[in-house]
T-cell receptor, first 114, second 112 residues
Framework: ETGVTQSPTHLIKTRGQQVTLRCSSQ?????VSWYQQALGQGPQFIFQ???????GRGNFPPRFSGLQFPNYSSELNVNALELDDSALYLC?????????????FGPGTRLTVL | SQQGEEDPQALSIQEGENATMNCSYK?????LQWYRQNSGRGLVHLIL?????REKHSGRLRVTLDTSKKSSSLLITASRAADTASYFC????????????FGQGTRLTINP
């Protein structure tokens, strides 16, 4: 139990639709990151938010966007869904301070795009 | 792109045996972390080793780091059926956002 929750657990969408995934971090964790994990692969960094602003981004197009709220919750939004967006989406939170701070992962949202 | 590469991709051993997984990476790092993932669900942090450390222990886990070879290994001693999972190494680089860069993982199966 990491104290990080995600919703929904599973989601099925069709190509071209938009989706919003949600994450609730531990209290006091002011940094949240989102990762995409394709089947059989390791997670890939999408972006990171600190104090409600994006402060790092991986190799993902602008149709992947996010929000972070003061109550330690956050969202990942994906527009114009493509088949390759089918994956497990993980959020991870930590307390910013040093790079040695452990990241706590949520259980993930399994997105299927048909 | 993934920085780390785990070896082997899959490992199957008998309960009670030791399991060793290796990880290689490409750039300079601040620290390296190992995570476990059960059945495609969330990742669980196992252990972190800093770039100035060479070895670290936690229970049945032993991690080594060789920054000259840009490699790390995870040893699980006296394996149990419950250790069956995928194991990932992840690096944190010195500059930029403190993101985790994962390898492709090792799928470990412990046979009873």
């Amino acid at each position: 139990e990491t104290g990080v929750t995600q919703s929904p657990t599973h989601l099925i969408k069709t190509r071209g639709q938009q989706v919003t995934l949600r994450c609730s971090s531990q209290s006091g964790h002011n940094t949240v990151s989102w990762y995409q994990q394709a089947l059989g692969q390791g997670p890939q960094f999408i972006f990171q938010y600190y104090r409600e602003e994006e402060n790092g981004r991986g190799n993902f197009p602008p149709r992947f966007s996010g929000l972070q709220f003061p109550n330690y919750s956050s969202e990942l939004n994906v527009n114009a869904l493509e088949l390759d967006d089918s994956a497990l989406y993980l959020c991870a939170s930590r307390r910013t301070g040093t790079p040695y701070n452990e990241q706590f992962f949520g259980p993930g949202t399994r997105l299927t795009v048909l | 792109s993934q920085q780390g590469e785990e070896d082997p991709q899959a490992l199957s051993i008998q309960e009670g045996e030791n399991a060793t997984m290796n990880c290689s990476y490409k750039t300079s790092i601040n620290n390296l972390q190992w995570y476990r993932q059960n059945s495609g669900r969330g990742l669980v942090h196992l252990i972190l080793i800093r770039s100035n450390e060479r070895e670290k222990h936690s229970g049945r886990l032993r991690v080594t780091l060789d920054t000259s070879k840009k490699s790390s290994s995870l040893l699980i001693t006296a394996s149990r059926a419950a250790d069956t999972a995928s194991y990932f190494c992840a690096t944190v680089t010195i500059q930029g956002a403190q993101k985790l860069v994962f390898g492709q993982g090792t799928r470990l199966t412990i046979n009873p």
